[in-house]
């Protein structure tokens, strides 16, 4: 059964940056069939994908456009885990981040199968 | 933010059939399949559809989806109240690099 367990601050100053970190169990960020995404919700903004990190033989990462200059989303394959950082962040910013995992096939397309159970993250001085 | 369009909110007595549309275009639900998510106060979304109508092991057959063009559905038949949550559609998007987009989420009420 695989489970994400996120970790990191709930508060953040404007301007610093954002860091979060998600522990995989049950599967690994290596795997060449699963993505590892991370997703935010606010009530200004609804659900918004911020972006992945996977591996096919090499790794690569794709970034939603409304954040890809300030979005960073790393694997760690010694810890099997990855990482989320936003800098230059700012109180629009604020919201519940999710860790998520991606499966599917081109068959029968692709989804969010497991989710972390979310963090809260304020931008506030 | 959100591209997907889908009521704010919809009800229904136990027993009862609810339905939730979700509209979007030919580069999000008109060229990808479409998933929908459950989420219950305080918990994370919680994958109900995949692939425009199938199910999940363990997600119950009152549940259902179908896709027709660039709108989707989901129907709750025999409603609990345990349905009563939010219901989120998402689609691949082929636009701007390509991305995730989510709807803008329905608020099922048992009455």
């Known amino acids: 059964q695989v489970q994400l367990q996120q970790s990191g601050p709930g508060l953040v100053k404007p301007s610093q940056t954002l860091s979060l970190t998600c522990a995989i169990s049950?599967?690994?960020?290596?795997?060449?069939?699963?993505?590892w995404n991370w997703i935010r919700q606010s009530p200004s903004r609804g659900l918004e994908w911020l972006g992945r990190?996977?591996?096919?033989?090499?790794?690569?990462?794709d970034y939603g456009f409304s954040v890809k200059s300030r979005i960073t989303i790393n694997p760690d394959t010694s810890k099997n885990q990855f990482s989320l950082q936003v800098n230059s962040v700012t109180p629009e910013d604020t919201a519940v981040y999710y860790c998520?995992?991606?499966?599917?096939?081109?068959?029968?397309?692709?989804?969010?199968?497991?989710w972390g159970q979310g963090t809260l993250v304020t931008v506030s001085s | 933010q959100s591209v997907l369009t889908q009521p704010p909110s919809a009800s229904g007595t136990p027993g009862q059939r609810v339905t939730i549309s979700c509209s979007g275009g030919s580069s999000n639900i008109g060229g990808n399949t479409v998933n929908w998510y459950q989420q219950l106060p305080g918990t994370a979304p919680k994958l109900l559809i995949y692939s425009n109508n199938q199910r999940p092991s363990g997600v119950p057959d009152r549940f259902s989806g179908s896709k027709s063009g660039t709108s989707a559905s989901l129907a709750i038949s025999g409603l609990q109240s345990e349905d009563e949550a939010d219901y989120y559609c998402s689609a691949w998007d082929d636009s701007l690099n390509g991305r995730y987009v989510f709807g803008t989420g329905t608020k099922v009420t048992v009455l």
């Open positions: 049950g599967d690994s960020v290596s795997s060449n069939s699963a993505s």
């Open positions: 998520v995992r991606e499966v599917g096939s081109n068959r029968y397309g692709f989804y969010f199968d497991n």
């Open positions: 990190t996977y591996s096919r033989s090499k790794w690569y990462n």
